[in-house]
């Protein structure tokens, strides 16, 4: 225990969460170590690995505002108002995603996010530790064993371990050794490349008409910048989110197996180019480093996991991907586990004189909608590649704004609740069913909104469900 009696605090992970959660925990007073695997970035360079940009959403942004972040991460961050849907044939798009500019999500980059937490974490007193992979875990004697990039091993003495090691945790294999988690990972079965569109290179238009993101021109952009922007083809699809220096991170979903088009056949890159001139033109008419960027860049792979426990007693907990990651398509990962970061920092600072009841209560509290909002993003993947361009789906959307505009206080559309509020997500899954269910009724029998009463169905509404939760 430290002098003011709160336990020292061990964090593994520097990523978002791990950083975050430091920066939380050591603002409200915690003795707070970080060990992290790679160098530090602001020395040595950021070392992605993977989605060289994210979307942010309310949640995130919430669980920022109570670091007082949210205002220099929304500053580096570009505003997308909705899917631009490009067809193989046709002009693209856009379907907005909220009501108005009110709601919108934001693409950040992830070295940019990650630097600007660990400068806070520092800021707040943490003490950061890179090069420092954790290797083993000794539970009985509180101590850690960290690896450097040499191979090298030392031994530490810890606090309470908080695990925001990512995906592959490696306390949550030690803590697995300790007790059964009940771990369970499910392979999506598609895998991602990246690839680029640049920015176009204007040097003169700094000032120019346009000048809009911050101290950027929107004539940069290839395309729309204000739009997440989607190629949906059925059983696969490309995204692309903006960048502030206006270009855009394009990313292919693919089976990995299986009959043409998957990963197993585009052996090569002519064969990928030729894939890409029948599938995506208007984006490879954009992409003039492609053949680089497809031999430069591996498939990454895509997982849900699930754990049945995240604590192991008062000793550990894991959070974030290293508790539940899940595959990307409700653009959530990160703000889930920014949700994890805000919540266990209340918990341990109204209480932590009992690490096992805070990590239970913890479990409690975050598993169901972990749970939730895994189920939702497998659904969202459908969704995107598929319903963006069917016409019920359609159909159901032009219905949705409808009733939002007729009976605001009791419908919202399950991407809004998800994007947002921070209507807990298991709450979003079951409000979501009841809406859909109504949808369904109302629609049975109609292919188009002509003959159906809106005013009946809002009071239908109305009379079959509550008032959403507010805010959340
Ligand atoms: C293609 C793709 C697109 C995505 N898009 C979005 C999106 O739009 N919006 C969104 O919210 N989420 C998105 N996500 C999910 C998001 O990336 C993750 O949920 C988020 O990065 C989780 O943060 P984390 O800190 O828990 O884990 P990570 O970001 O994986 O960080 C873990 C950290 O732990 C370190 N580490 C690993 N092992 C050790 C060790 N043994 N010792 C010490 N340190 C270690 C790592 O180096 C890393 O710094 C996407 C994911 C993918 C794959």
């Not at 002519?270 to 053949?291: H, T």
Request: charged residues 20%.
């Amino acid at each position: 225990m430290t002098a003011n009696s709160r336990p020292r605090i061990t964090i593994i992970g520097a990523g978002l969460v791990g950083s975050l959660l430091a920066t939380l925990l050591a603002q409200r007073g915690f003795d707070i170590e970080v060990f992290e695997r790679r160098p530090d970035p602001r020395v040595h360079g950021f070392l992605g690995g993977r989605s060289i940009n994210l979307a942010l959403a309310e949640r995130g942004l919430n669980a920022l505002r109570k670091a007082g972040l949210a205002d220099a991460v929304l500053a580096q961050a570009v505003m997308m108002r909705g899917r631009m849907v490009h067809p193989l044939d046709g002009a693209p798009n856009l379907q907005r995603y909220g009501i108005d500019d009110s709601e919108v999500i934001r693409s950040v980059s992830r070295g940019g996010l990650n630097i600007l937490l660990l400068d806070a974490a520092e800021r707040a007193g943490a003490t950061l530790h890179f090069d420092a992979a954790l290797a083993d875990v000794d539970f009985a004697n509180d101590t850690i064993s960290l690896a450097g990039p040499d191979g090298a091993t030392r031994t530490h003495r810890c606090g309470l371990l908080l695990g925001c090691d990512g995906a592959g945790s490696a306390l949550r294999v030690a803590m697995a050794r300790a007790t059964n988690l009940g771990e369970r990972i499910e392979p999506l079965g598609h895998g991602y490349k990246e690839l680029e569109i640049p920015s176009r290179d204007l040097p003169s238009m700094a000032l120019g008409p346009g000048h809009s993101l911050a101290g950027m021109t929107t004539e940069r952009f290839a395309l729309e910048p204000h739009a997440l922007h989607i190629w949906p083809r059925g059983h696969y699809m490309c995204i692309a989110l903006p960048n502030t220096e206006g270009n855009f991170t394009v990313t292919l979903f693919l089976p990995n197996e299986g009959a043409f088009p998957s990963f197993a056949t585009l052996p090569n890159v002519a064969a990928a180019r030729q894939f890409f001139e029948q599938q995506f033109p208007d984006a490879l008419a954009l992409m003039p480093a492609f053949d680089e960027d497809w031999n430069a860049h591996p498939v990454g792979q895509l997982a849900t996991l699930y754990l049945d426990r995240w604590h192991l007693d008062g000793r550990a907990v894991v959070l974030g991907d290293a508790a539940h990651a899940i595959v990307p398509f409700h653009g959530q990962g990160m703000n889930c586990g920014f949700e994890d970061a805000a919540e266990l920092a209340a918990l341990l600072t109204a209480d932590s004189s009992d690490p096992a009841a805070v990590f239970a209560e913890f479990e409690a509290r975050r598993k169901p909608n972990a749970d939730a909002i895994a189920a939702m993003s497998l659904a969202n993947y459908i969704e995107m590649r598929d319903g963006v361009a069917d016409p019920h789906y359609l159909l159901k959307r032009e219905l949705a704004a409808a009733l939002t505009e007729r009976a605001a206080s009791h419908f919202m559309s399950r991407y809004r609740m998800v994007s947002f509020t921070s209507i807990p997500y298991a709450t979003c899954v079951a409000r979501d069913r009841e809406q859909t269910a109504l949808m369904e009724s109302i629609l049975k029998d109609h292919d188009s909104l002509d003959g159906v009463d809106l005013a009946a169905a809002a009071t239908r509404l109305r009379q079959t469900m509550p008032p959403l939760p507010e805010g959340g």
